[in-house]
Every structure is written in structure tokens, then in C-alpha cells.
């Protein structure tokens, strides 16, 4: 009998980030959408920025202890194609996290502190991508590699 690979989804990938909500898909797939041990580490790299983002939204802007919501976080290639993800996407190695926003004015201060953060701790990130889908869907794709980082920013309409 073959055992099924189960996602620990409350295990913490830091103060206010679990796996389970950085893996979440609405696609179902046979692989089950479960990171490695490599992705999880990854993941737990992207959820130290999103914590800072956090933090300092909170202390901007938000009420105190606003969460960050995210979308999309690891996809496995079987998720990442099924969603039309690109075949280099930053989320099929965990590096990346597609944030949702209520507007645009949000998603505007997102990315703000995030280049903040950046310039401050003097540390790169590879990807911060405003995007809108055609029916104009807005969200904020961010993504921290372990090395080789790019520090692209775009906006982009898909």
C-alpha cells in the first residue's frame, strides 16, 4: 500500500507565516503541491522579508496587526503549469509569493517598503513585479532567491 506525502500546513515558517498557507492551491494535482526541504528553506527566507513588510505596514499604515495575504506561494511544476505560471517562475523553487492587496494604493506602499527595506539592510531580492491580470485583478509578485539576485522591477499585465 503507498503512503501518501501529507503537508505539515501549521508547521511555522516564522513568527506569523505557516507552510500551509505558502503552499495553497485551488488546483489539485497528483503530486499534492508538498516543497522539499530545499523550498521550505527558501520559503523561510521570503517569509523573513514578509515579516518585515509586516511589521513596518503595521507601523505605517495598518491597524497594529494587519496580515499580509498571500495568494500564491510554492507551486510544484504540475501546479505552476495548470496556473500558467512561466517554466522559470521564482515559485517553483519557493522564492516567491504572489501578495494580495485591496488596491492599488495598498499594493503602491507595499512595494515601497519592500525597496525600503532593501536599501536599508542592503540585502537584494530577486523580483518585485506589480501585476494585473486582463480582468484587472491586481497583486503584488515578490521573490528572494539564495543567491544571484536581480532586483527586477516591472509592472506587468498578463
Not at 492551491?25 to 523550498?39: L, M
Not at 521550505?40 to 527566507?45: F, S
Not at 499604515?61 to 517562475?89: K, L, W
Not at 515601497?112 to 531580492?125: G, K, N, P, R, V
Request: with cysteine.
Amino acid at each position: 500500500m503507498e503512503q501518501k506525502v501529507q503537508l505539515n500546513s501549521k508547521a511555522k515558517l516564522s513568527q506569523h507565516f505557516v507552510l500551509g498557507e505558502m503552499c495553497k492551491t485551488s488546483v489539485k494535482t497528483a503530486d499534492g503541491n508538498i516543497p522539499s526541504h530545499v523550498h521550505i528553506e527558501n520559503l523561510k527566507r521570503l517569509c523573513g522579508w514578509l515579516e518585515m513588510l509586516r511589521s513596518e505596514w503595521n507601523s505605517r499604515y495598518g491597524g497594529g496587526n494587519d496580515p499580509i495575504i498571500i495568494n500564491s506561494g510554492y507551486r510544484s511544476p504540475e501546479v505552476n503549469r495548470a496556473v500558467g505560471g512561466v517554466a522559470t517562475s521564482n515559485h517553483l523553487t519557493g522564492c516567491a509569493a504572489d501578495i494580495k492587496v485591496k488596491d492599488i494604493c495598498q499594493l503602491i506602499r507595499y512595494a515601497t517598503i519592500l525597496l525600503d527595506i532593501a536599501d536599508e539592510s542592503q540585502e537584494d531580492f530577486d523580483e518585485l513585479l506589480i501585476e494585473r491580470n486582463a480582468s484587472g485583478a491586481i497583486w503584488l509578485h515578490f521573490a528572494v532567491r539564495p543567491s544571484g539576485n536581480r532586483r527586477r522591477v516591472r509592472l506587468i499585465q498578463t
